[in-house]
């Protein structure tokens, strides 16, 4: 490389759309370095050891560069590529685009390493071709109230937030409207005049303002295609749903018929006036404000023409739950590019895989779309199908104030979109429903009362890691480490890697904690952040919606995981099953936080650390989860020794379950502590305590359950302590070491109507009670649970056979194995957090 800061640029790149902006920060990144560029056209004109050539593979200088040097790639959507190349005189590095994301994406990498590097950076710049794993990758956000008009209004806050969005390689952006809010709800009135319908009016909304609403709609969309996103426009409720909600439009009937055609004629209205739309996502089900699956299909078809009637601008959107196969295929009918978002675990961020099962709940229900397509992909991904599936992930169900980010988590989470031959991803952004609906009276309040802790102008910066590894690690589960490293090294200096470590461990906790316990399944009633997760003695639940213990919850993934209540009956009943037990999860729970802590500690080390503003407001959400992992190891704890009191009588549970109890007390103590630093009041949604208050207004409920258990064990007689039920309980966690000790056969590709047999060979050290199980269901949830196959041994393998009668074309299958071993430990394989496999199953794709 050369020392004189000037670099020889051959610059091919648009001056509008999405590669203008890739130029504009990569000339950016080299003024603000002090680098000079020295503008040349053709990469012969220069002797120099290095210049640049910047441009799409489309673009003929490229082709003839990259073909001189034999360089073969493919012409795929949004390709990026860097090559270093032979001019005859020395190197050119051609980065390119296989179209203007690419380039985009191309080139905001390289200011990326520019400002960290400087010129050096391309002496570390390597060869490579990178094309997305998933051709949609999109984030929601949602407009709740005139709370969010500053950065609703603010075109510094988009130029901001689509910036960060297009560093990371989303590619799709959705702005949601009505939602559990009467404040555009509908929304055509907000924005545009409807003709024929001068009499249906926003309350209080003159004009001057809808003009600028609608302005403002539009600029979004400008400044999405600049960026290179897909401008998608939501709208969720069609009139408010419940009665909590002060209805804000005047004029509308509540003829369903009336409705429906006022209805269509604003959304055909908005569409006009707003060609920057480029897909309309529906909500269909009765939370729309529109009737039930019997009567509303006439209402959606309504709007479906609406949409159509834009000829193909506009994609349509019509999410899963609620929906009817007739919607679909109406919408199908109409010609219309057809996509059904759908859940991709009940409304929380759980383990990144697809639930095993439905909840019973779901289950019960399966005649009705607003239960059996509620959540996941239900039957959605039978084969073929004709619409695009999206999974969307509901990250305000339970990430919605933390700090998070876990690349493993992402790659995981990546690697699951596969199943249904879906297109992508939505997730929400962090923060969501921040206020509440527009029913609330109350002001605009900041995150943090502690001002020590505000290093950003917006709120949204400080989820920088959040958006860079669902980003990065969507486009490419082979993103180099090297892209995140940077930028914990600019956030965090020296203590960048121990950082990095905190975020990790941190980001397993609430997935965790999401999938082993569910009390209620609305997300706007159960807020894991923030949520006890119920009291041990329902009466003492500080929520009034809580007709449960906290033992008594099922978990949301019932398939793999042990409810407490449940695994203590079988505990009892000697008959232990194949998923992962209480004490397991605790386990960790428990080294999640650890592991935390020890990050945090060794972070602290390093010098000036504790001056730098951003650390200390992480170091506060580090270690609340920490001290919410630590408040769960224990609670699980107390509920399982009081259930086995409960059905048992012994007192040594009763004592060992208000020890516990009393611990998960202090640590809630810790965690409220802690979190004054937030703002007292978190009021997130809709009314009720279920997205409210804080920490320490759950306090009562815990001091409640720990007294109860004082008085319990104050009147049971002192002799009979100390005498355990004779019971085997299991305190292991699936170790690596033990899971990658076994080996299996099980193929990617099968045969329609042909027997699979599986073959399964396990290590000496491996002993269970009984043979190793084979679990394996179609990838159909409205099936419920796993069929099982005891498997046998030959020649030292279990052996097990899936009859081909069950293994149709239409589906695919899932299989994995479990078994329990003399010491009662649970081991599913491939199970969660496997070192080698991205699921806890293996997806067998069946082909005719």
């Not at 703002?679 to 007294?707: C, I, M, Y």
Request: glycine share 6%; with cysteine.
């Amino acid at each position: 490389m050369p020392e004189k800061k000037e670099l020889c640029v051959i610059d091919h790149a648009e001056h509008d759309g999405p590669s203008a902006f890739g130029r504009e920060m990569f000339l950016k990144s080299l003024s603000d370095q002090g680098i000079n560029v020295k503008s040349i056209n053709y990469w012969t004109e220069t002797d120099e050891e290095c210049c640049i050539l910047i441009g799409k593979t489309q673009d003929r200088r490229v082709q003839q560069l990259l073909a001189w040097n034999n360089v073969k790639y493919e012409v795929e959507p949004e390709g990026v590529l860097y090559q270093w190349c032979s001019n005859g005189n020395g190197r050119v590095l051609v980065a390119a685009g296989t179209d203007d994301n690419g380039l985009m994406y191309a080139l905001l990498e390289l200011a990326e390493r520019i400002q960290y590097d400087g010129l050096a950076a391309f002496g570390k710049l390597e060869n490579c071709v990178e094309y997305p794993e998933n051709k949609i990758r999109s984030v929601s956000r949602f407009v709740m109230s005139q709370r969010d008009d500053e950065w609703f209004y603010s075109e510094e806050f988009w130029e901001f937030y689509f910036a960060r969005l297009a560093k990371y390689r989303f590619n799709r952006f959705v702005l949601i409207l009505g939602f559990d809010t009467p404040y555009m709800s509908p929304p055509y009135p907000f924005f545009v005049d409807v003709p024929g319908y001068a009499h249906v009016r926003a309350k209080n909304l003159d004009e001057g303002s809808k003009q600028k609403n609608l302005s403002q709609l539009r600029r979004i969309g400008q400044l999405c295609k600049n960026h290179g996103f897909e401008y998608t426009l939501a709208t969720w409720q069609q009139q408010p749903w419940t009665t909590n909600q002060k209805v804000m439009v005047e004029g509308l009937t509540q003829d369903e018929q009336v409705l429906a055609e006022y209805c269509a004629a604003g959304l055909r209205e908005l569409l006009t006036e707003c060609p920057e739309i480029e897909v309309l996502q529906l909500r269909v089900n009765h939370e729309s404000g529109i009737g039930t699956e019997q009567t509303a299909d006439e209402f959606w078809k309504k709007l479906i023409v609406a949409v159509s009637e834009g000829g193909t601008r506009v994609k349509l959107d019509l999410r899963a739950k609620g929906l009817t196969d007739a919607m679909i295929q109406f919408a199908l009918e109409q010609g219309l590019q057809l996509a059904v978002p759908t859940k991709y675990w009940c409304e929380h961020v759980a383990l990144p895989y697809h639930l095993t099962r439905m909840r019973e709940e779901e289950l019960q229900q399966l005649d009705n779309y607003n239960h059996s397509r509620r959540y996941s992909y239900s039957d959605l991904i039978r084969k073929p199908h004709f619409y695009d599936v999206i999974y969307r992930l509901w990250n305000y169900g339970s990430n919605t104030i933390f700090l998070w980010g876990d690349p493993d988590f992402c790659r995981r989470f990546s690697y699951s979109l596969n199943y249904g031959q879906s297109v992508g991803f939505e997730i929400t952004a962090p923060l969501s429903l921040k206020g509440g609906q527009a029913s609330f009276e109350d002001e605009p309040w900041p995150l943090f009362d502690d001002k020590t802790l505000v290093h950003y102008k917006w709120e949204d910066e400080r989820y920088w890691a959040y958006y860079l590894f669902f980003g990065r690690l969507t486009y490419s589960s082979k993103t180099m480490a090297e892209v995140w490293k940077r930028e914990f090294k600019a956030h965090f200096a020296e203590a960048a890697d121990f950082m990095e470590a905190a975020y990790r461990a941190a980001g397993k906790i609430l997935p965790l904690i999401a999938t082993y316990h569910m009390p209620v399944h609305p997300s706007l009633s159960y807020w894991p952040e923030v949520c006890t997760g119920a009291a041990l003695f329902q009466e003492h639940n500080f929520n009034p919606d809580y007709h449960i213990t906290f033992q008594d919850s099922e978990p949301s993934d019932s398939g793999l995981f042990y409810g407490i209540s449940e695994y203590v009956q079988d505990v009892l009943d000697r008959k232990v099953g194949c998923k992962y037990t209480p004490t397991q999860v605790k386990n960790w729970l428990s080294a999640f936080a650890k592991d935390v802590r020890s990050s945090i500690e060794a972070a602290e080390m390093m010098s000036d650390i504790s001056l730098n503003s951003e650390f200390q407001a992480t170091k506060v959400d580090m270690l609340m989860q920490a001290d919410l992992a630590e408040y769960h190891t224990h609670k699980i704890m107390a509920a399982m020794e009081l259930s086995f009191y409960l059905k048992t009588t012994n007192p040594a549970h009763l004592q060992k379950a208000y020890n516990h109890a009393s611990v998960s007390l202090q640590c809630w103590k810790v965690l409220s502590e802690r979190g004054s630093a937030y703002h007292d009041n978190l009021q997130f949604g809709v009314t009720g305590v279920g997205r409210s208050t804080n920490w320490k207004a759950r306090l009562p409920e815990l001091e409640k359950d720990v007294a109860k258990l004082k008085t319990m064990v104050a009147e049971t007689r002192p002799d009979t302590f100390g005498n355990d039920c004779d019971v085997p309980i299991s305190d292991q966690t699936n170790v690596p070491d033990r899971l990658m000790s076994f080996d299996s056969d099980v193929p990617e590709y099968w045969k329609a109507g042909q027997d699979l047999k599986v073959t399964v060979r396990v290590g000496e050290l491996c002993k269970f009670q009984g043979n190793l199980k084979m679990h394996y269901r179609h990838m159909n949830q409205l099936e419920g649970s796993f069929l099982l196959v005891e498997m046998s041994i030959h020649d030292g393998a279990y052996e097990g056979v899936i009859s081909g009668e069950y293994i149709t074309h239409e589906w695919d299958l899932m299989v994995y194995f479990s078994a329990v071993d003399f010491d009662h430990n649970v081991i599913i394989y491939p199970g969660v957090y496997h070192p080698k496999y991205l699921a806890p199953y293996h997806v067998v794709q069946v082909v005719q």
